[in-house]
T-cell receptor
Framework: GQQLNQSPQSMFIQEGEDVSMNCTSSSIFNTWLWYKQDPGEGPVLLIALYKAGELTSNGRLTAQFGITRKDSFLNISASIPSDVGIYFC??????????FGKGTRLHILP | DVKVTQSSRYLVKRTGEKVFLKCVQDMDHENMFWYRQDPGLGLRLIYF???????EKGDIPEGYSVSREKKERFSLILESASTNQTSMYLCASSLLAETNSPLHFGNGTRLTVT
């Protein structure tokens, strides 16, 4: 079945650093989504990408839909303590189930 | 703003009990989903529903059933709870499948079966 490979699995960074994570797949998707999950909460949608090559920002977050439609990345600039959590990518095709990556756990060192 | 509400944040149940996890969404979404989340395994789809009275098995339906009596409500049922069903359960909803609408999640129910 379809799978998403999300990397890295976890990251330890200093406050103020930029962060980059990505997802790759052997299958193409029409939509790429990025979610964030705070500890003890449900995932919250950060960015939705609907077009190959699309680059979308949401505050300090920037995500891109890869040209091949098989990958996407998420960047966070100037990280702050509240960025801590798990970031999930997800790929979706029309009339099909959404596929989730296993998540990137972001830790910020004091 | 989409609101998906799960009835309990934390539940502790005994092995063999019948457990109901309830979920309500207020955005008139057609699709509703139940996932479980476990460390190292990510989000796994248990059941989903694209319409009232309709249900489809996800990737791990064994030991679970669901009920979609009304459009806004989707309940997950553990017929006879077992310790391996201790997990975080997440309900989600979205618009019609053909719109490629993203999922909106509730805050989760952390279930412990002892």
């Amino acid at each position: 079945g379809q799978q998403l490979n999300q990397s890295p699995q976890s990251m330890f960074i200093q406050e103020g650093e930029d962060v980059s994570m990505n997802c790759t797949s052997s299958s193409i998707f029409n939509t790429w989504l990025w979610y964030k999950q705070d500890p003890g909460e449900g995932p919250v949608l950060l960015i939705a990408l609907y077009k190959a090559g699309e680059l979308t920002s949401n505050g300090r977050l920037t995500a891109q839909f890869g040209i091949t439609r098989k990958d996407s990345f998420l960047n966070i600039s100037a990280s702050i303590p509240s960025d801590v959590g798990i970031y999930f990518c997800a790929g979706q095709n029309r009339d099909d189930k959404i596929i989730f990556g296993k998540g990137t756990r972001l830790h910020i060192l004091p | 703003d989409v609101k998906v509400t799960q009835s309990s944040r934390y539940l502790v149940k005994r092995t063999g009990e019948k457990v109901f996890l309830k979920c309500v969404q207020d955005m008139d979404h057609e699709n509703m989903f139940w996932y479980r989340q476990d460390p190292g395994l990510g989000l796994r789809l248990i059941y989903f529903s694209y319409d009232v009275k309709m249900k489809e098995k996800g990737d791990i339906p064994e030991g679970y059933s669901v009920s979609r009596e009304k459009k806004e409500r989707f309940s997950l049922i553990l017929e006879s709870a077992s310790t391996n069903q201790t997990s975080m359960y997440l309900c989600a909803s979205s618009l019609l499948a053909e719109t490629n609408s993203p999922l909106h999640f509730g805050n989760g129910t952390r279930l412990t079966v002892t």
